[in-house]
Nanobody, 124 residues
């Protein structure tokens, strides 16, 4: 049984950094998408960063390019999101997601498994 467990969310001031982690228990796939999504207040869930296959290819939302880095440690079965230069509009619940079949990595319906989310709040 696959379980995704996020951690690392916190309240920080603008310009600060956070590192989110997602332990993917029971998830043994290496060729399908994994991603970080976020959902801000009153907003739809959006893909922030995606990674595939085997961690060789990454993609980012335009709003986070140059500030966020997604990575995957296969040995620890953990997905990371390093977030630097945080801004108030980065505020939201951040979710880890894992796919078990091919699909567009930025589309939520691609993903079979989701974590419960970790809250990130950025204030001025």
């Amino acid at each position: 049984q696959v379980q995704l467990a996020e951690s690392g969310g916190d309240s920080v001031q603008a310009g600060g950094s956070l590192r989110l982690a997602c332990v993917a228990s029971g998830y043994t796939y290496t060729t399908y998408c994994m991603a970080w999504f976020r959902q801000g207040p009153g907003k739809e869930r959006e893909a922030v960063a995606t990674i595939w296959p085997r961690g060789t290819t990454t993609d980012y939302a335009d709003s986070v390019k140059g500030r966020f880095t997604i990575s995957r440690d296969m040995n620890k079965n953990t997905l990371y999101l390093q977030m630097n230069s945080l801004r108030p509009d980065d505020t939201g619940m951040y979710y880890c997601a894992a796919a078990i079949s091919r699909g567009f990595c930025s589309v939520p319906s691609t993903y079979a498994y989701w974590g419960q989310g970790t809250q990130v709040t950025v204030s001025l």
